[in-house]
């Protein structure tokens, strides 16, 4: 069964830092691409950033050189460092995996339970 378990969320002022942590179990990690997606109220789920097995990095253009995605294979781990935050960065925001042969699409893998993130102005 696979499982994937968030951390890292909270309230932070604009401006602030927080690091979500991913903990994946239930899959052969190496073989996964890994993923940060949020969703906001009354929005549709977006990609924040994305990391192949070979650590290629993808990122929305909303956070590039705002956030870093990485991954430590050695504890079957994602995080997600997200910097110089702002309001409209405010969502769930969700861990996905995916196996490598199927990440044009992240709904064929599994998704974790989200953790909060709250920037206030």
């Known amino acids: 069964q696979v499982q994937l378990v968030e951390s890292g969320g909270g309230l932070v002022q604009a401006g602030g830092s927080l690091r979500l942590s991913c903990a994946a179990s239930?899959?052969?990690?190496?073989?996964?691409?890994m993923g940060w997606y949020r969703q906001a109220p009354g929005k549709q789920r977006e990609l924040v950033a994305r990391?192949?097995?070979?650590?290629?990095?993808d990122y929305a253009d909303s956070v590039k050189g705002r956030f870093t995605i990485s991954r430590d294979n050695s504890k079957s781990t994602i995080y997600l460092q997200m910097n110089s935050l702002k309001p409209e960065d405010t969502a769930v925001y969700y861990c996905?995996?995916?196996?490598?042969?199927?990440?044009?699409?992240?709904?064929?893998?599994?998704w974790g339970q989200g953790t909060q993130v709250t920037v206030s102005s």
């Open positions: 996905n995996a995916v196996h490598l042969r199927l990440h044009h699409d992240p709904n064929l893998g599994s």
């Open positions: 990391i192949t097995p070979g650590s290629s990095t």
């Open positions: 239930g899959i052969i990690f190496g073989f996964n691409v």
